[in-house]
């Protein structure tokens, strides 16, 4: 585990393996650095490129700082990229994508990018838009302690996830996992922005399947 500086002083948390041209993995939604799917892609690169897997912050054992703003998180990507000798290629998982997106149009030096199902929703399907109150609901169930609730709330309503497949959840093994992430939940929809794209884009249908984040 290394550590680096973003420009306003946060500690950013992250794991690096390989040897070649660095590669900056993002995730999502309550996940970090030893996400899964984000882990095995990192295996198959290693061979061929540095790979570097980190903690967005507030989540994992990387820092924070109140309030949140998209711009401290494309510093902490500049500081990354920095570390990796400054430019890199960039690969972004769900709203990871879409902070890689936020980051190589602000300017910094990312090489090429990769993004794996962004969960925006196209202009047809609006209905798929969570509620304008999300991100007020989110913070005030985690200010109340009630951290397994927001993440309720965002697979629900967020998601689309049918709440029949979230009640057997809150039993599982990972849950608690899951609910060390939940202050950072209203991020990611503040991440977002407006979630609508074209209704013809290609990147618009890729995204709209239902299985979001």
């Known amino acids: 585990m290394s550590k680096v500086q973003s420009k306003d002083g946060t500690t950013i948390v992250f794991d690096q393996t390989g040897?070649?041209?660095?590669?900056?993995m993002v995730s999502g939604a309550m996940s970090n650095?030893?996400?899964q799917g984000l882990v095995q892609v990192a295996e198959l690169l290693a061979p061929h490129f540095t790979i570097i897997c980190y903690d967005r912050r507030g989540h994992g054992y990387s820092g924070?700082?109140?309030?949140?703003?998209?711009?401290?998180?494309?510093?902490?990507?500049?500081?990354?990229?920095?570390?990796?000798?400054?430019?890199?290629?960039v690969y972004g998982h769900s709203s990871g994508a879409v902070l890689a997106l936020e980051a190589?149009?602000?300017g910094l030096a990312i090489k090429k990018l990769v993004l794996f199902e962004?969960?925006?929703v196209a202009e047809d399907s609006t209905d798929n838009i969570p509620p304008e109150d999300a991100v007020t609901q989110l913070n005030e169930l985690n200010a109340?302690?009630?951290?397994?609730?927001?993440?309720?709330?965002?697979?629900?309503?967020v998601m689309r996830i049918p709440a029949e497949f979230v009640t057997p959840m809150r039993n599982a093994p990972m849950w608690p996992?899951?609910?060390?992430?939940?202050?950072?939940?209203?991020?990611?929809?503040?991440?977002?922005?407006?979630?609508?794209?074209?209704?013809?884009?290609?990147?618009?249908?890729?995204?709209?399947?239902?299985?979001?984040?």
């Not at 040897?19 to 900056?24: K, L, N, R």
């Not at 703003?69 to 500081?79: I, N, P, S």
């Not at 991020?187 to 299985?211: E, F, K």
């Open 19 to 24: 040897t070649g041209p660095a590669v900056i």
């Open 33 to 35: 650095r030893k996400f």
């Open 64 to 89: 924070d700082s109140t309030p949140y703003a998209v711009e401290h998180e494309v510093e902490d990507l500049a500081a990354l990229i920095n570390e990796a000798g400054g430019s890199a290629f």
């Open 104 to 106: 190589a149009a602000s």
């Open 118 to 120: 962004p969960p925006y």
């Open 144 to 157: 109340a302690g009630r951290r397994g609730d927001a993440v309720e709330y965002f697979m629900t309503k």
């Open 177 to 213: 996992e899951l609910e060390s992430e939940a202050h950072t939940l209203a991020y990611d929809i503040t991440l977002m922005g407006d979630w609508l794209v074209p209704a013809l884009s290609g990147l618009a249908h890729g995204a709209d399947t239902g299985n979001r984040w």
